[in-house]
């Protein structure tokens, strides 16, 4: 029998035996089981149990299905951000979900274990993309292109451990907008923070504030720190850890584990703790240490040329220029910058979480947007070597859904999930070929409309039907309309029903569904 | 060396030895070496040797990336294909890119040696996605949904043979729009009907013939001609390609390779060769042979019941009752059917190919469109059986592309990659700062603006970058517009220039670049 071969590709919460496989489960609500699963403890509150009274299918660790409703919110996110993308005339891309696997190797550091292999079925070795910036500097690079202002928009891989309630899946998007050429100094990446600005203020996810620094001011720090060359990296990678450890910890790690002197990690924890603007930046370059480096010097110049063109765009008010941002990737090579959300956006989160069953995993929603300059990467894929400066920003679009997903559900807004204007329906039976000429007319017409696909349906499930998926109008049919060459209009809010002649049926519909 | 590890990722063309590699090149214009390679005969026209001097990165065999020409045609067809979908109240739904491997088990017949794998690297065994309809049956079965109408657009994974030229790759995109749910017969159906010929027609890709025929009226016809019950499938697949080997190739495979009797395949033969209309369908309900097949008559008089619908949505134009049309897929259980286009949509193709340098590999583009009832499947992911019927349809979307591109490259058609609606300029030195404050305001009343990345650019230059991404108004500012209170709007076209008062240029930018 069928049945007995796919069940292999089933596990009973009865007969699963593995704890781990538990956090694959995604049941008949994804979002509901992984609210509710305490993934570090391993434990399982009752409210899934309960809920698991049959076999069940997987769907990947770390991965989800959209239903209607968050694909409803999906798209509204993405026009927001497209619109602004477009709004700055970036162009688009698009690149294939693999690559060659020495496509991306050599380009992530220790993270690379993080890729997704193909089986080797013969043929090319390939992976799964783990970012849109190295397929991106691959392109340009194959394709000879010196200057773009490209966006995309699409689904990178990571074999990483998943926190879903937090936004971290295996699978996710990437929205990217990034701009290649050779420039005057600040002005791209300049309208890179005010994009970010832009679409965040839009998203109205609450306050918000985008951190900024330069990888040549963290190395020039580094050095007169005492640092020793060989360790910047390593020790920039435990700067980094600083949004989630408190100092004492990250002091530790560099001294305990990377052999830091105490005196160096000092010194760099006086300057970590820096926030401030276009001041601060002016500060240290009359710091007696930090104007012994000359490439700090020429950072702190271009965070202050950075902050002029800020004003003139109007977004200095979420701006902060902050020395402990360091950012985990390695290629960046100056400015770097990223958005967290403050409290207000993250209130809904945990809001909703304890409406679930555990809050622990929701404490903060953190970065929703990163990126910085990039100058070196192109040319890794270019035979000759030759540079194409970059610089780009990547909004973190899962955690802005988990946030908008929560706020529709904390709020019990109504998302439609499809845009009907109009049912088309009859009280009276033996009318599905007049209600089937009439549909279509309105579809010739380009109106949204539905029918229902019964011969002699209740009047009262049609209607139902239209309360239930929000369709505002039903053309209702009968004997008596038919004859009178009219349509009965009923607007399903106020119950209000008018005859309209059928020659201006599409026109009054359209009247009565403009959005304006 | 950094560049020397990189380098095994490269192949060059002087040191290219394995000549089936060369089929992955991806170069400088992925569709100009795909159009001039003759991927059968294995022979390189000069045409693509000379184009690399160089070493190369590949993209992986069958895929390519997308630029942004090449995407603003794909938006485009998207928005027409999304516009019907939505027009017809589908909601939409995503799932992930890979699927557990037991998922895609068994549901593909001999198909299933083209899925790929991703490799064991602890955890899951996973696939990419074949195409939507497993997934789809997926989603529905483990979330108990009974009906549904909705669109999946994705992409969509085969380790096929690639034929570029005819827009078959080893990942593309399909448009899905299913129905699924326990309603009367053929309504929605017809429905799917509808939809084809509305995008089709509103794509404008030439004329178009859309094939039906019905699972049930092949098995009753086989039957009766005496094939025996376990080659049914067999013969139906050989049946199946008669939309690519004459009769006579099929009746050979069918009697020497299938061991049919000659008979049986002369009666066969007889029946595949029928087409028409209701009138058919009418006709073989009288037939002799066929009405004694139970099966026959039921799928009869759906097509009947069918064509009556088909009336009323007023598509019978372009569809024929085909009783050659088999398509592959086991899943099918009733009415099935296929979109081809006709001469005038597949003349531009063989244009363009031409113009590359063989065209051998573009005769026809063949099939757009097709789908069919099946009413099975997701009862095989339940796990008592519960049966949800569906019927669905899944656009070629590929090979649309590749027509649209192919035309708009004849018709030497301008496609803009950007919607800027005005740029801000400058022909005097020292105003970066007045035409970055300037954008801003645009920007912040949701205009579409660019302004350029250099301190002092030459209005030469500005007004060339407007000509070619077709940027409409150009705002110029000088010493002299600024102490005016206006900016100078010149329109790209007419080089007309006109003062604006500042506080109307919004208004007046929106004004001249309305789509109306």
């Keep these: 029998?069928?049945?007995?071969?796919?069940?292999?590709?089933?596990v009973g919460f009865r007969t699963a035996t593995c704890v781990r496989t538990l956090h694959s489960l995604s049941g008949i609500t994804v979002a509901q089981v992984s609210l509710s699963l305490k993934t570090k403890s391993?434990?399982?509150p009752l409210s899934v149990m309960s809920l698991k009274k049959n076999l069940f299918f997987f769907v990947c660790q770390g991965t989800r299905d959209y239903n209607p409703k968050q694909m409803a919110i999906r798209e509204k996110v993405f026009n927001t951000i497209i619109s602004c993308f477009k709004r700055h005339g970036a162009e688009t891309i698009d690149t294939p979900v693999f690559e060659l696997k020495e496509t991306l190797t050599g380009k992530y550091g220790e993270d690379s274990k993080l890729i997704y292999d193909l089986k080797?079925?013969?043929?090319?070795?390939?992976?799964?993309?783990?970012?849109?910036?190295?397929?991106f500097a691959r392109y340009l690079a194959m394709n000879k292109i010196t200057n773009i202002k490209r966006y995309h928009i699409a689904k990178v891989y990571r074999r990483d451990n998943p926190a879903m309630t937090r936004g971290r899946y295996r699978e996710f998007y990437q929205c990217d907008f990034d701009i290649a050429g050779q420039y005057d100094a600040m002005i791209p990446d300049a309208e890179c923070l005010k994009i970010v600005h832009e679409i965040l203020s839009e998203l109205d996810l609450g306050d918000f504030r985008i951190k900024v620094n330069d990888r040549r001011i963290l190395d020039g720090m580094f050095a007169v720190c005492g640092v020793p060359d060989d360790k910047f990296r390593?020790?920039?990678?435990?700067?980094?850890?600083?949004d989630k450890m408190p100092w004492e910890d990250v002091k530790k790690e560099m001294v305990n584990e990377k052999g830091l002197s105490e005196e160096a990690a000092d010194q760099i924890g006086e300057y970590v703790s820096m926030q401030g603007g276009m001041d601060l930046a002016e500060r240290l370059l009359q710091d007696h240490k930090m104007s012994q480096s000359k490439q700090a010097c020429a950072g702190l110049s271009d965070i202050k040329l950075l902050f002029s063109f800020l004003q003139l765009f109007q977004v200095t008010d979420k701006v902060v220029f902050d020395l402990s941002l360091a950012r985990g990737l390695d290629y960046y090579t100056g400015i770097i910058y990223e958005a967290v959300l403050t409290q207000a956006g993250v209130a809904a989160v945990s809001n909703e979480a304890q409406n679930g069953a555990n809050a622990e995993e929701s404490v903060s929603v953190g970065s929703v947007a990163g990126g910085g300059r990039y100058d070196g990467l192109v040319g890794m894929f270019d035979p000759k070597g030759r540079k194409v400066p970059c610089v780009g920003v990547s909004i973190g679009i899962e955690r802005i859904f988990?946030?908008?997903?929560?706020?529709?559900?904390?709020?019990s807004e109504k998302v439609r999930t499809t845009e009907v204007q109009v049912m088309v329906a009859s009280a009276q039976k033996n009318l599905l070929e007049e209600r089937l000429r009439l549909v279509t007319e309105l579809w010739n017409a380009g109106i949204k409309a539905e029918v229902m696909y019964k011969k002699n349906p209740k009047l009262l499930s049609q209607l139902q039907h239209c309360e239930e998926s929000g369709i505002p109008l039903v053309a209702i049919l009968g004997e008596q309309e038919l004859k009178d060459g009219v349509v009965?209009?009923?607007?399903?809010?106020?119950?209000?029903e008018i005859d309209i002649?059928?020659?201006d049926l599409t026109s009054e519909i359209r009247r009565r569904t403009s959005e304006a």
């Design 402 to 411: 988990s946030i908008m997903e929560q706020k529709a559900e904390v709020m």
């Design 234 to 242: 390593t020790i920039c990678s435990t700067v980094d850890k600083l």
């Design 42 to 44: 391993l434990s399982f």
């Design 488 to 496: 009965k209009l009923r607007v399903v809010a106020t119950r209000e």
């Design 120 to 135: 080797d079925q013969g043929g090319e070795l390939l992976s799964l993309r783990y970012d849109l910036t190295v397929p």
């Design 1 to 10: 029998m069928f049945c007995v071969r796919v069940c292999s590709g089933l």
């Design 501 to 503: 002649a059928r020659t």
